[in-house]
């Protein structure tokens, strides 16, 4: 029984692999992300009106007998009504609070379990935090290029949040064997939960180009006869956004590639995404949209 438990004991230590994590150099790069983050929403709320909000539609399914005057039937949409308000002032300030919040968890209160699970290969507080976080940024970026349904929102904030989850599951299964090598040496077997996170991550991003290239063609007059159209920032919010929400995938997949010794390297990079991520649509949403009289006063005159 003693020996079995020994050889267990060896086996185990055998098994448990140790990547290597520059604390003190996390613990600064926590302390710092925490504070850019802190300022972008303070900034946020002190400048922005907080007042500021926009509606959210839905239509209800009704029903509309055939004309044909016998039995049949069909669902018939109704009209779209007002079912309520997102305030953009409070949401742009919300993710950046988000993410102050998890880096000073980070490095004051869960800063032990954080630093444990970088020895281990995994990150889930990262996790966590961007399953929050990007979902409120992908409201944002998909209202204002033209999803305005509660339904369709809802969707969004969902299939974002599962994409997130995926990119968990993906460190769950990718094992370091040792410092150099990966527990399951297949390629393509190692990296399936990340490839799947890209299934919903595209329905996603489907919807919100789809919904911005339609709104993108569509204009509307003023009580003084201009005409009014998609202002240009919408279009670099959109794309450059897409952009970095896609990079996350690409640090993911070179973490993966190499060895998982240099683990901690990702975390480091996936911290100045996220920054750089927030404050572009912060800066740009604060600029154009949430210091603006009304939401309607950013339409561009395109006469």
Request: some cysteine; hydrophobic content about 50%; charged content about 15%.
């Amino acid at each position: 029984m003693i020996l079995r438990k020994k050889k267990m004991e060896v086996e185990d230590t055998k098994t448990a692999v140790v990547l290597p994590v520059p604390i003190p150099q996390l613990q600064k790069w926590n302390t710092g992300m925490c504070i850019f983050h802190a300022l972008f929403g303070i900034v946020v709320l002190s400048v922005g009106k907080i007042d500021l909000r926009v509606p959210i539609y839905a239509s209800d399914p009704g029903i509309e007998v055939m004309a044909d005057g016998g039995d049949g039937w069909a669902f018939k949409p109704q009209a779209p009504i007002r079912v309520g308000w997102l305030y953009l002032t409070v949401l742009v300030a919300s993710f950046s609070f988000l993410s102050a919040i998890a880096h000073l968890g980070n490095c004051l209160f869960w800063r032990e379990q954080y630093i444990r699970s970088l020895q281990a290969g995994y990150a889930p507080s990262r996790w966590i935090e961007y399953g929050l976080s990007a979902s409120v940024m992908v409201l944002i970026l998909a209202y204002i290029s033209g999803t305005i349904f509660r339904d369709t929102l809802v969707l969004l904030f969902a299939l974002t949040m599962i994409t997130m989850m995926f990119g968990h599951l993906h460190e769950v299964i990718c094992r370091p064997k040792s410092l150099d090598s990966w527990e399951i040496p297949g390629f393509a077997w190692r990296l399936q939960a990340h490839m799947l996170g890209y299934i919903p991550q595209i329905f996603a991003w489907t919807i919100i180009i789809g919904n911005f290239l339609q709104g993108a063609t569509t204009s509307t007059t003023d009580s003084f006869g201009e005409k009014r159209q998609m202002p240009t920032f919408v279009y670099v919010i959109v794309f450059c956004e897409m952009l970095i929400f896609w990079s996350f995938g690409i640090v993911q997949l070179i973490v993966s590639v190499r060895p998982p010794s240099k683990y901690y390297q990702g975390e480091i990079v996936y911290m100045w995404l996220s920054l750089f991520a927030k404050g572009f649509l912060a800066i740009l949403c604060l600029t154009n949209v949430i210091m603006a009289g009304g939401y309607s006063e950013i339409y561009e005159d395109a006469s």
